[in-house]
């Protein structure tokens, strides 16, 4: 019975962290899209590459961190032991999500910052004109 | 504007490393330089006031913008793939007096700062 109820709380860890990660995993690459495609000045083909290839890097460091924390390091008599230690893990993984997530907002944006700053006119106006002669 | 002339002073040993420095650097505008008061710049801008250029850093914009002292600056900072955001942030109301400042500070002292740095031949 004192295997059961821990093996139990590892499956139940399981399904909610990855289901958690894969739903927002999926919420990433369905938002992430428009982002992308207007940081790429519309070319999608390569906005939804790299969305994809961050999606990929999103779910790879999730997947870690979920099975690096699996473990408990202490065996769960009661119902009551197993649901509090679900809620430190899944709290925990919940946190490193949203790290994960406003990480990628930020890239996004810095992304999209930087191309708009391709086409930036100049700084300061100039202090005058003078003829010029080809080199 | 796809490319700027960068008339600096080939006498100061702080002005020959930093167009080391900025020859490293990727740039979303081409930068020319050439020395000021050299044949070149006189042949290229036949009309510029040339004596005034070796006071102070001068850029020119290939459709004849003139770009002297802190605007020279700014806009080699702009042309730079790496910095255009700074030269955007230093520009602004806030820091533009500040930047004014510190840059002609560095310019009236090239000289006496290339000595102190061990960057004079």
């Keep these: ?135 | 504007m796809s490319g700027l002339t960068v008339l600096y002073d080939p006498t100061c040993g702080l002005c020959r490393r930093a167009h080391g420095w900025l020859a490293q650097q990727r740039k979303l505008v081409e930068l020319v330089f050439v020395p000021c008061k050299s044949d070149e710049a006189r042949r290229r801008f036949p009309h510029l006031d040339h004596d005034l250029t070796a006071l102070d850093l001068t850029v020119i914009g290939d459709q004849g913008q003139v770009y002297m002292g802190p605007k020279a600056w700014l806009m080699v900072l702009w042309a730079l793939s790496q910095y255009r955001e700074w030269a955007y942030r230093l520009s602004s109301p806030e820091l533009l007096p500040t930047t004014r400042r510190v840059v002609s500070l560095i310019s009236q002292n090239r000289y006496q700062i290339s000595r102190v740095a061990g960057l004079s031949r």
């Design chain 1, 1 to 135: 019975m004192d295997i059961g109820v821990t093996t139990y709380t590892y499956l139940v860890y399981l399904a909610i962290s990855i289901a958690l990660t894969i739903w927002v995993a999926r919420t990433l690459h369905k938002n992430g899209r428009v982002f992308l495609v207007d940081v790429f000045h519309g070319n999608e083909a390569l906005a939804d590459s790299v969305n994809h290839l961050l999606v990929v890097g999103f779910y790879l460091i999730n997947f870690g961190y979920v099975s690096m924390a699996l473990k408990l390091g202490y065996s769960i008599a009661t119902a009551q032991e197993g649901i509090e230690a679900l809620s430190v893990k899944v709290g925990m993984v919940l946190i490193v999500l949203g790290g994960m997530h406003f990480f990628n907002l930020f890239i996004f944006s810095r992304m999209r910052r930087r191309a708009s700053l391709v086409n930036g006119p100049p700084p300061v106006p100039p202090d005058g004109f003078t003829q010029v002669r080809e080199a």
